[in-house]
């Protein structure tokens, strides 16, 4: 707007044309993430609440997820968007405090709960018999309150005690501060406490148990490919789209969540121990990078998974959606596909392919839930002398799950024993 003012009259309605046009486009760019953000996180909340099926403890951290960018979208993102399309803050200095502990809690509380699935997750792919013993309900309601309890340490607390600024005084209320700027100081101390801490950890730790999630993928998905591979040819065992699938998903949860948050505590760093300020369009354009990814969560956190997309389904088509029950036309137009018509196995994978019943398994938190038999449809043999579960990225991006084979259910980890299941499947 300044170098607008120098120019010639012709050249001034020009410049000024420009800027509102890019400042409308400034404004629709971040209203449209503020409302992909309310939206999205809605949708998961309502579908958590309409589907009993959704209420479990392994859903418990999509939920927190889910709330937490949703306070973003609400409390913090419509300020954000004021300061950019105004370059000012005309709220005042007490309110600008509350508006940075926001950000910096709400934040923090969203990527310790991207944390915290990972290592949901990593204990359902590994341990999946032992799960149940591992996550308890006092387990999951303690990691929430370590979650929103260092976030609170690193937010209001060292922000309203003025333990985040060089001189250690409240920010934004000294003589030199001025009235129309709302803006974080940062010291070197409070930048290494919270970046190490509530990013630069919990990043390594992601990136280990997914890279161990992907590794016990890909041989199941190997073992899988190699019972389905007929007897008539080479024994090679490539790998089946399947594995693929997995390795995108996996991929693009990491990617989606470095990207976003990377650059944002790059700079966040570099602040701190420097002491120098990067220019204001560069800060924006990390920060909100970073506020995208409570967008992207659910997308790829729930979207991704099969329970939630029939959630949205159903709720989109304003149709109640209840706990999952046997109907016999639950499954009209999908083709039957009889007995006979599979090609012939290779002599490992011997028995029977296993029928569409109304099978239950004990769920995760203990609990009776209908076991999903899409594996029986799609044609997978279910009798191997290996072992034969398959993980999330085979059916579900977030569910793992045993087939059953007649009699049994079959897993093995470590020389495990076959377990005998409780129910017998019907011939």
């Known amino acids: 707007m300044e170098k607008c003012l120098n120019n010639t009259m012709a050249a001034t309605d020009l410049c000024l044309k420009r800027s509102m046009l890019s400042t409308v486009m400034l404004g629709f760019i971040l209203g449209a993430v503020i409302v992909l953000t309310i939206c999205g996180n809605v949708v998961v909340c309502l579908a ?14 999509i939920v927190s997820l889910a709330t937490t960018d ?21 709220f005042g200095a007490t309110f600008c405090n509350i508006y940075t502990s926001l950000d910096v809690m709400l ?21 999946p018999l032992r799960y149940s013993t591992l996550v308890t309900h006092c387990r999951v309601a303690v990691a929430m309150g370590f979650i929103w309890v260092v976030s609170l340490m690193v937010s209001f607390l060292p922000i309203h005690m003025g ?28 930048v290494l406490v919270d970046a190490v801490g509530t990013f630069y950890l919990p990043l390594v730790v992601m990136c ?10 890909r041989e199941q998905a190997k073992r899988i490919n190699c019972c389905t591979a007929s007897s008539s040819l080479n024994n090679h065992c490539s790998l089946p789209a399947k594995e693929h699938k997995a390795t995108v998903t996996l991929a693009t949860v990491m990617g989606a969540f470095i990207i976003c948050w990377f650059p944002y505590f790059t700079v966040f760093t570099y602040q701190g121990l420097s002491e120098e300020e990067v220019d204001e369009m560069t800060f924006a354009i990390v920060l909100w990078l970073g506020y995208a990814n409570s967008a992207l969560n659910p997308i790829l956190y729930a979207a991704l998974n099969r329970d939630f997309r029939t959630a949205y389904s159903s709720l989109l088509h304003c ?12 499954h009209q137009g999908r083709a039957e596909v009889p007995r006979g018509s599979h090609q012939q196995h290779s002599p490992d994978c011997k028995g029977s392919l296993l029928e569409e019943r109304a099978l239950t398994m004990q769920d995760r938190n203990g609990k ?8 029986a449809e799609r044609g997978l043999p279910v009798s191997c002398s290996k072992s034969m579960w398959i993980l999330s990225f085979c059916q579900d991006v977030w569910l793992a ?24 499947v019907e011939p």
């Open 48 to 61: 958590v609440g309409i589907n009993r099926k959704l209420r479990s403890l392994t859903n418990c951290f």
């Open 70 to 90: 949703l306070l973003l979208g609400l409390l913090v993102l419509p300020f954000s968007a004021v300061i950019e399309l105004h370059r000012s803050w005309p």
């Open 107 to 127: 934040c923090t509380a969203s990527i310790l709960n991207l944390f915290m699935i990972s290592l949901d997750r990593y204990y359902a792919v590994t341990a």
């Open 163 to 190: 333990w985040n600024t060089p001189d250690l005084t409240v920010q934004n209320k000294g003589e030199k501060d001025k009235e129309d700027k709302c803006r974080l100081e940062l010291n070197k101390g409070y």
């Open 208 to 217: 280990s148990t997914y890279y161990r999630i992907f590794k016990i993928a």
């Open 319 to 330: 149709h109640k959606v209840g706990p999952a029950t046997a109907s016999p036309h639950s």
């Open 368 to 375: 009776e839930n209908p076991f999903i038999s899409e594996t």
């Open 401 to 424: 799950k045993v087939v059953p084979a007649q009699n049994r259910w079959i897993f093995e980890e470590n020389g495990a024993e076959l377990i005998k299941s409780q129910k017998m």
